[in-house]
């Protein structure tokens, strides 16, 4: 399995922008693909985003399209999560994940490591 550690969460005011990084070890970061989920407090873990091992396919939930961006820099180990226009309910413990490289999935099943998450609270 590979190693994650997410930083960057914290406060925010609505409207408001904030990224996420997810730094990798341990394996070849190319052999995965990279997903970000979420948790609310009371709530199930939720699929945010994903990317393929390249970054040429992406996927979104459809709450976060238009706002959120997943990226990915293989020779630094490091996936990305650029999030704009923040709202309260976008609150949540933020994960990210690696799987399968052959597919960019939205089951949380599909993901064999996760990081231990980070914090990110939308204030309106």
């Known amino acids: 399995q590979v190693q994650l550690v997410e930083s960057g969460g914290g406060l925010v005011q609505a409207g408001g922008s904030l990224r996420l990084s997810c730094a990798a070890s341990g394996r070849t970061f190319s052999n995965y693909a990279m997903g970000w989920f979420r948790q609310a407090p009371g709530k199930e873990r939720e699929f945010v985003t994903a990317i393929s091992w390249s970054g040429l396919t992406t996927r979104y939930t459809d709450s976060v399209k238009g706002r959120f961006t997943i990226s990915r820099d293989n020779a630094k180990n490091v996936a990305y999560l650029q999030m704009n226009s923040l709202k309260p309910e976008d609150t949540a413990v933020y994960y990210c994940?690696?799987?399968?490289?052959?597919?960019?999935?939205?089951?949380?099943?599909?993901?064999?490591?996760w990081g231990q998450g980070t914090q990110v609270t939308v204030s309106s």
């Open positions: 994940a690696a799987g399968d490289r052959s597919t960019v999935s939205s089951d949380y099943h599909r993901y064999d490591s």
